[in-house]
């Protein structure tokens, strides 16, 4: 049971260096490894930043509304869970909420795929399929 939990957070580690050098196709590449680890560990911290990673593809591919309401329903799933993201990834998302909201102030407002009150189970199920 250990090793896919270990082999997920490898996976991870490396999708943070992609997100940190802005290669969204080896993002995606790398989420696409991360997601069958995941399921066959279902360790909440892992998914945490899984979708804290797929909010930064989302971002990098400049689907901006996507991107801030995944951010905004991983903030609730942290709350309600107890599990901190880290100081320096609460920086680049304090970051990108700022900047997203200041976009979208000069937008029309658009849908998002993942609306405020949807649960854990259902946004990784979508997660899944975009990947």
């Known amino acids: 049971m250990q090793l896919p939990v270990w082999a ?3 996976a991870m580690r490396l999708a943070v ?13 790398t989420l696409h490894e991360c997601i069958p680890l995941m399921n066959r560990s279902w360790n909440i911290s892992m998914c945490l930043y899984v979708i804290d990673l797929v909010a930064g593809l989302l971002w990098l591919e400049q689907q901006v509304p ?11 799933f942290r709350i309600e869970s107890g599990i901190a993201r880290g100081a320096l990834f609460d920086v ?6 700022m900047t997203a909201q200041t976009h979208l102030a000069n937008t029309t407002a658009q ?5 405020p009150e949807m649960s854990l189970f259902d946004t990784i199920m979508i997660i899944q399929t975009m990947l």
């Open 8 to 10: 997920g957070y490898c």
């Open 111 to 115: 849908a998002t795929l993942f609306p």
């Open 66 to 76: 996507d991107s801030l309401g995944l951010i905004h329903l991983c903030q609730r």
């Open 17 to 29: 260096i992609t997100l940190f050098e802005s290669d969204a196709p080896a993002l995606r590449r």
């Open 92 to 97: 680049i998302v304090t970051q990108r909420i």
